[in-house]
């Protein structure tokens, strides 16, 4: 079983798929890793400790792909690697495949088993593979780091000889798991935590952080989540009450954190230009939702916006891979486990077995096929 690791093309994504550590336990399962030159730079792994995890390092993606029975990426392949992949081969990233249709044809017709690593039931046996709570707990970590950065004064509340400096006031909307982190991280630092979600089961989560929870508790609130463990779209009336507390608790805030995602649809608007308004200036709202559309009016993508009354939005894409060594640690050995679990112990190779819950539910294109149900093109 020959592996491929490759380096991601994209200038916006340091992270990689593979790590030495998971180089070692693949070597183990009786794989050949080779891993394109270069490729753990941005995450801080040159190319000798991967050799000395036992890889052969290949010069070009082209080198790295011939012969790979599995690709593993961070990212979706582009047109020029799924040129050079060997048809046949499976392929194992992050593929962002929603609203991709004619990227997950090229997948197919390039005759690749492509897998999709975010579409992972959150089952317990795939708690391991979980890349989205692997990414998410790290970006949540890093918003409060950001938004500090941003932040003018300190956080924890400090008595020195000069006087007595107030504690900052942190505020984070939706409790997932990135918000969970960022409640743990600004506590740990210090700040006065509050949080919101419209999920009844994140108040107590919140409280056992030692946070305290906004937000109006009404009968919707009370059913306002999917069996799946999800978030339910509101209806406007809550809305527009949420939006009401929300409004006068805000403007006292120092820094606002804001990670709530609805899946299959775009982030809600939960902080409004009139809110941002009513910050101090010199405060700083951290929106974690911004590639999905965003939670702050204002937030641009990629980029800090100061607007006029002084109070900066911080729309940093791809957070996690702002920690680029941690992350692809996390991730290598999220991919680690489901690769684990594609291989025959016996014959070293790969025997994907295609009623596995885990196969079904992750498995884009086999066989020249778009194969998943949420992706079939439309009749
Ligand atoms: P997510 O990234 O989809 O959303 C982030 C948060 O935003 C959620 O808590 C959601 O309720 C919240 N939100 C949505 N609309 C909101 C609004 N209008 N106002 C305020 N908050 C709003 O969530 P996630 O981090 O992927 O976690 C979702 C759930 O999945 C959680 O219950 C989590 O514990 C669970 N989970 C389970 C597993 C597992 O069992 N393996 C793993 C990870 C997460």
Request: aromatic fraction near 4%; proline fraction near 4%; glycine fraction near 10%.
């Amino acid at each position: 079983m020959r592996i491929a690791v490759l380096t991601e093309t994209d200038p916006a994504e340091p992270r990689v798929a593979t790590v030495p550590e998971t180089v070692k336990k693949f070597v183990g399962l009786g794989g050949e890793v080779v891993v394109q030159s270069g490729a753990g730079q941005k995450a801080g792994v040159p190319d000798a400790e991967y050799e000395a995890a036992g890889a052969k390092i290949a010069s070009s993606a082209e080198e790295a792909l011939s012969g790979a029975d599995l690709v593993l990426k961070v990212r979706r392949p582009n047109a020029e690697e799924l040129g050079k992949t060997p048809k046949g081969a499976t392929v194992i990233a992050i593929m962002d495949p929603y609203g991709r249709e004619d990227e997950l044809k090229a997948m197919a017709d390039a005759g690749v088993n492509a897998f999709s690593m975010e579409l992972m039931p959150r089952i317990t046996r795939a708690q391991v593979m979980d890349v989205l709570s692997s990414q998410a707990n790290l970006a949540g970590y890093r918003a409060v780091v950001d938004g500090a950065a941003e932040y003018g004064r300190s956080l924890p509340m400090m008595m020195t000889a000069a006087g007595t400096v107030p504690a900052a006031r942190i505020f984070i909307m939706g409790v997932g798991v990135a918000g969970l982190q960022a409640i743990a991280t600004a506590r740990r630092m210090g700040a006065v935590v509050t949080a919101t979600d419209v999920r009844p089961a994140t108040k107590e989560q919140v409280e056992s952080l030692g946070a305290k929870f906004v937000a109006v508790e009404d009968e919707e609130f009370k059913s306002a989540e999917t069996s799946g463990g999800y978030a339910k779209e509101m209806s406007a009336e809550y809305q527009k009450k949420q939006a009401e507390l929300v409004k006068g608790h805000i403007a006292k805030q120092d820094i606002v954190i804001t990670t709530a995602l609805i899946p299959g649809r775009p982030a809600p608007k939960l902080v409004s230009e009139e809110m941002v308004a009513s910050m101090k200036p010199g405060s700083v709202l951290v929106d974690l939702a911004v590639e999905r559309g965003g939670n702050v009016a204002g937030a641009k993508a990629g980029e800090i916006v100061t607007v006029g009354n002084g109070v900066k939005i911080v729309g940093h894409t791809n957070v996690a891979g702002r920690l680029a060594a941690t992350a692809s640690s996390l991730y290598a050995r999220n991919l680690y486990a489901f690769v684990e679990t594609l291989v025959d112990k016996e014959s070293k190779a790969l025997a994907i077995k295609w009623d596995d819950e885990l196969v079904k539910a992750t498995n884009l294109t086999r066989d020249g096929q778009v194969v998943h149900p949420n992706f079939q093109p439309k009749a």
